[in-house]
Structures are given as C-alpha cells and as structure tokens.
C-alpha cells in the first residue's frame, strides 16, 4: 500500500504544523428560527435568516478558521408578531465567505456544492418559516447542519509520484513556481500550484503534491490526503525515478516499474475513477547512470503489465491498469525533453476541452479515435 509522508500523517487533519496549510475544516451551520405568529391578530412571525456561503477567490481556510475559531455559524432569528407590529421582519441571512474551489459536503459524505467559480453561492442551512395560517401560527426552527468544507484544487494537470522522483524539480522548469527541491524525500509538504506559459500565451496549470510512499504500519486514514487535489485535473501526470526508490535502509527497494504499479494501486484505491483521467508518464533523471538500459527495461515491463507484476505482493497489484497516452523520457533538472512534455499536455487538454463540449455518443467515438493518435516524439503504449 501507498501512504504519503509520517510528518503528514502526524499533522492534525487538514493542517500541515510546518506549513500552515489548511485545506478542510467542519463548521457547524444553523438557520434562524422563526418568529412566532399572533393567532388572534392573524399576525405573521418574519422567517429566519439563511445560512449562505459564498466563494472568494482571495479567501483561504486558514484564515476562515482564525477569523472564527469556534466555527459556528448561526443566521438571526425572525421576529415575532406583535399586537402593534403584526409582521415580524425577516431574520438577516448570515453570509459566509469561502474560497473558490471548495467542496462541501455533509457529515455522511453527501456533497451539497461545489463552488468553483468567485461569487457562487448556497444556501447550507436554511431559515425556519415564521409562524403563520400555514403552520397554525408556531413558527419553525432553522436548519442545523454540520458541513465539511474541502478545498480541491483547480489546475488543469495533477504530478503523482513518490518521493524524490523529481515532480518539484519538474514543476520549476515549466513554470515559474519555486517549490522546494532537495535530495531527501517528503520535501514538499503542502500542494504547490505552478502555471505553463506557451508563446501564444495559453495558461496550463500544473499542481504539485506532496510524494507518496508504500508503507503498511502508516495511517491509512491520512495515506490519501493530498490526493483529492488531483480529483478536478484534466491529466494526472506520473512521475518516476529511472533509478528507483528506497525509503531507508529497512525498507524495499522499488524499481521504476514497481514504482508505476504501486502509484496505479494507490489511486484505484483512493478512487477507482482518477484512472478515467488521461495519464502521462515521465520516466525522469535521463542524465543519470545506464539510463537508457532502465528506460528500455521499464517500457519492456509496462507492455507486458499484468506478467511483470511477480515481484509484487498481490495485494499490491492493481486491478485497473493506467493506460499512458504517452511515455516520455525526461531529464527534470537539465530541462531535457520538457517541450514535449509540455506539447503533449496542451493536446491532451485541448482534446479533452473538445470532448467536454460533444454529444455522448461522439465523445465516446472521440476517445478511441484518440487513443490510435501518434503525439509527436513521444513513445505511446
Ligand atoms: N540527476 C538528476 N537529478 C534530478 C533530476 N530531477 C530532480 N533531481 C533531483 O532529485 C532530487 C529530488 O527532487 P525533487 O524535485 O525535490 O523531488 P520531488 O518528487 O518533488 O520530491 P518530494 O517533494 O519529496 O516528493 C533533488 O536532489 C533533485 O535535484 C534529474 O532530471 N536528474
Ligand atoms: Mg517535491
């Protein structure tokens, strides 16, 4: 099993310790009661405000989270009806600012909204009606709810790999993003968004997570955490090490291949539908000793997948196997290779944008069609 970074597992949920990054938090939500209706009088009682949540592109949920530490959040109260005021006022709603690109859902896992775009809102908690000839003039309680609220990502390509594969490296050299780089794994620790700009200045953003590792005596629970930031890309990007990786010295060493197998197994796992997404993979450190012995041998093993698996508890082996749109050499540091790269993301997104846009049945004839498409200077399986 694939389990991300120990300094991210004993983080509280959501929050990094070193980085301060927050990417989910609960709240609790309540909806104002209504206010009470005068039944001689025929009196109504006003409706309770509305919880209302709207995305800001400029809000993070740290700072939610400091703003209102006990994260509750409970809309006014209609008024009642008075003798001398028959119509109680309407409770103000309250309105919650939240980041654009959250996902909210309930304690049972139903989402209620996805707010992906500045100014989105929804109703997360409504408002008891006042009392009135509907309700035999007693008023109704709000809605209490408790909401979790995710933040995903939006870029338009996902990296995966494990530690110290090269993706931040990767990152610096297609953008201008500067995430850290070391030669020791778990370096980065939070999601880093970088942005590719063509000559004729298209945008594509690419997010760079955090490294997975294998590792059975980890927290489960945490082991898929930074994944959901790939759950909205358009292309999950895999990157491996040529030479492999070894955690410590305790632990197994993974050659690229078995790298690639158990990256496939994390993400069925976490959810079998990420693999719909196109993959691409790079096969870094080009620079590197017998590189070119490793390369073959890893393009050698993908043809034959489900043969090459031996080497690998079954538990480990994937049912659903990626399915590359295009394999690519790379050389991560020296900037080798990294046009294609880039040449090969923007059709796959362009393809996928055409796709998004079709009837059903063409975008099912689409994908084939797609699939037989040589890319240019990229080796496809
Ligand atoms: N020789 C060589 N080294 C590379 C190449 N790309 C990255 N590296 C080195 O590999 C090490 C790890 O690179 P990172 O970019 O930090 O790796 P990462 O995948 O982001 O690692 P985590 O953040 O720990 O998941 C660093 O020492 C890099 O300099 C490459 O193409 N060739
Ligand atoms: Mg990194």
Redesign the pocket.
Known sequence: MVHLSRVLLTAPRGLSRKTKFLDRIRVYVRGGAGGQGYVRYGGLGGDGGNVVMVAKSNKTLLKLAEDFPEKRFIAKNGADSKRLLLLGDNGEDLVVEVPTGVVLSLDNGKEIADLNADGETVVVAKGGAGGGPNNDFRSKKGETRSIRIDLKLLADVGLV?F???????LLCSMSRAKPK???Y????LRPHLGVTVFDDNRRITIA?L??LIEGAHMNIGMGHFFLKHVERTKVLLV?VDAQGFVLNRRSTFRTAFETIVLLNKELEMYKPELLDKPQVLLI?????ECFNEKYEETLNLLKNCRESMDSIPEELQPNRLFDFKSIIP?????GENIDTVKQTLRKIIDEENRIDKLPLQNKLNSHIDFHSKELSNTFIV
């Not at 794994?185 to 980065?188: D, E, K």
């Open positions: 790999g530690p110290n594969a090269g993706k931040s490296t780089v070391a030669d794994p778990f370096t980065t760079d955090p490294g990157v870094n450190k080009m620079d590197t790379i050389s991560a540091s020296l």
